[in-house]
């Protein structure tokens, strides 16, 4: 994905956080800050 000034679909950005969890791969997304854990995460990365 090309460089952007600002993206403002958070649509667009949780497919790409669940597809990535789906496939098991990590992903990082520069400029994206980082979520906060949710009870999911805090049982997967456990």
């Known amino acids: 994905m090309p460089p952007l000034e600002r993206l403002?679909?958070?649509d667009l950005l949780a497919?790409?956080?669940a597809?990535?969890?789906e496939?098991?791969?990590q992903?990082?997304?520069e400029g994206?800050?980082?979520t906060r854990p949710?009870?999911?995460t805090r049982e997967?990365?456990?």
């Open 8 to 10: 403002s679909t958070p």
């Open 32 to 34: 994206y800050p980082a």
């Open 38 to 40: 949710t009870p999911e």
């Open 23 to 25: 496939l098991g791969v």
């Open 15 to 17: 497919a790409i956080e």
């Open 27 to 29: 992903i990082a997304l």
């Open 44 to 46: 997967r990365d456990a």
């Open 19 to 21: 597809t990535a969890a």
